[in-house]
């Protein structure tokens, strides 16, 4: 018999990542190409972090701690939460898959808004899982309509705060509703991998709902404030009987040698992380601001990076952008058209980001940079 791939498998449209600097640079014969395309810290690590990334490199030839003690009971102290409640993961995206594969099943789905981060979707439809799309609202998650899609067969609701593309966040208020109306069967992922930006009083720490005995799994991660996307680690905090069955389905070694080390490190760094948040603080409102003033359209943002409006589409916009040395990301596969994604840079780089626009805008047609503006 022919040897066939399962059809659901050959229905996903694979994660388009944004683009390397390196492969930028090649394709341009560029140098000092600007990329503000993956919600990177543009700090880099932290140096705590990098100096353990130095020690732990003698260690390369053994094996990881499978059971990440060090980082792990470091996160336990740090979340006031019991070490068998933590399980680490090779970014948090490799932990949307873990859970997919434990909960999910051709009978057993998910619900996800249509649009948030694009892993959700491909870790459900990857199991061949029902997926049930729920729009947003104002940009942000409709947690009414999305606890109201629930259904038996429902076993994960995915939930980004704030939210990838829209930068956008949901309220305590908003969660408490959720959490009186969703079904109890259903177990909650909240995915807070930009959680540290936030600076909205509003904003909930899901750990509070864990800790309330609510059913739900904080994915967290070091790619983003600590500047660790690089060495791929993240985690989920988590109900003991859930942290077990994802410690069944996991691979051994999934977090390696160096991003133990470079997490333990970099969850030690407070300075590295306030001097984060600081930056981005006031380089998200330099570009808001320049946006703003040159009628640009985007959705306000709690994170570091913005949705923006974009006159023609946005992956012409993204082409031409590339063209003049700056990296962003289209948006069509998120479901917005006309849109791109930027991060926040260093001055420097939101400098150049803006200078590229006004010449994309201008470049691209007579009108265009005038239809940037709201009318
Ligand atoms: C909402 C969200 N979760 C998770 C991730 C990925 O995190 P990690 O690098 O830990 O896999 C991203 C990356 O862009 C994201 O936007």
């Known amino acids: 018999m022919k040897f066939r791939v399962p059809g659901h498998l050959l229905k996903i449209a694979p994660y388009v990542p944004g683009k390397p600097i390196e492969e930028a640079e090649r394709q341009l014969g560029m140098r000092q190409v600007v990329k503000l395309a993956s919600n990177e810290n543009p700090l880099g690590p932290s140096p705590r972090a990098l100096e353990a990334i130095r020690e732990g490199a003698g260690r390369a030839h053994r094996y990881p701690d499978s059971q990440g003690h060090d980082l792990r009971h470091a996160l336990s102290g740090r979340l006031h939460l019991p070490v068998d409640q933590i399980v680490l993961g090779n970014g948090s995206t490799e932990l949307v898959e873990i859970l997919s594969k434990a909960f999910l099943s051709r009978e057993r789905g998910a619900v996800v808004a249509d649009q948030s981060f694009i892993m959700y979707s491909i870790a459900v439809r990857a199991m061949g899982a029902p997926l049930k799309l729920v729009a947003l609202k104002d940009y942000r998650h409709d947690l009414e309509a999305m606890a109201a ?10 939930i980004a705060n704030p939210n990838n593309p829209t930068g956008t966040h949901v309220t305590r208020a908003a969660f408490d509703a959720y959490f009186r109306s969703v ?9 807070e991998a930009y959680r540290d930006y936030v600076e909205a009083p509003d904003y909930p720490d899901c750990l509070e709902d864990l800790r309330n005995g609510r059913n739900v799994v904080v994915l967290r991660t070091f790619s983003k404030i600590h500047g ?29 040698v160096l991003a133990q080390a470079a997490a333990r490190a970099a969850l030690d760094d407070v300075h590295h992380v306030a001097l984060s948040k600081a930056e981005n603080s006031q380089e998200a409102t330099f ?38 040395g700056v990296i962003v990301r289209p948006m069509e596969a998120y479901g917005f058209d006309r849109a791109i994604r930027v991060s926040v840079g260093l001055r420097t780089e939101n400098e150049r980001f803006l200078d590229a626009l006004d010449h994309t805008a201008v470049g691209a047609s007579g ?3 005038k ?5």
Not at 149 to 158: E, K, Q
Not at 231 to 238: D, K, V
Not at 371 to 375: A, I, M, N
């Open 149 to 158: 899609a629930c259904r038996d067969t429902t076993a994960l609701v995915y």
């Open 183 to 191: 079904p109890r069967h259903v177990l909650t992922v909240v995915d």
């Open 228 to 256: 660790l996307a690089g060495m791929r680690i993240g985690y989920a905090a988590t109900v003991k009987e859930v942290a077990q069955a994802l410690d069944g389905v996991r691979s051994p070694f999934n977090t390696s």
């Open 287 to 324: 570009l808001g601001t320049e946006l703003a003033r040159r009628g640009v359209r985007f959705v306000p943002s709690v994170a570091n990076f913005f949705l923006v409006f974009t006159p023609q589409k946005g992956e012409e916009v993204y082409q031409a952008l590339l063209r003049l």
């Open 367 to 369: 009108r265009a940079r």
């Open 371 to 375: 239809s940037y503006r709201v009318s």
